[in-house]
């Protein structure tokens, strides 16, 4: 993110998931649903979104994208 000019925005994303993966890397399914994890990351998504572009909906469709790639399904 750093390199295509971001890294402002998202100096505080590491806080604001901290619990969502264990100490290994992997997601922490015992202390939160994928599917929150999900829409906090798209609501972070569109923040950056609004403040690039003036725009959220640069980032629409993350949360079903995502969820749909995870779930085995194409589309």
Same mark, same amino acid.
């Given at each position: 993110?750093?390199? =295509? #000019?971001?890294?402002?925005?998202?100096? $505080? =994303?590491?806080?604001?998931?901290? $619990?969502?993966? #264990?100490? *290994? #890397?992997?997601?922490?399914? *015992?202390?939160?649903?994928?599917v929150d994890f999900v829409d906090d %990351?798209?609501? +972070?998504?569109?923040e950056v979104a609004r403040?690039?572009?003036? *725009?959220?909906?640069?980032? *629409? #469709?993350?949360?079903?994208? %995502? +969820?749909?790639?995870?779930?085995?399904?194409?589309?």
């Amino acid at each position: 993110m750093g390199r =295509l #000019g971001w890294g402002g925005h998202f100096r $505080g =994303l590491a806080s604001q998931l901290d $619990g969502a993966f #264990g100490a *290994d #890397g992997t997601f922490a399914h *015992d202390r939160l649903r994928f599917v929150d994890f999900v829409d906090d %990351v798209e609501e +972070l998504l569109e923040e950056v979104a609004r403040q690039e572009r003036g *725009d959220e909906e640069a980032a *629409d #469709g993350f949360e079903e994208y %995502v +969820l749909r790639h995870y779930a085995g399904h194409s589309g």
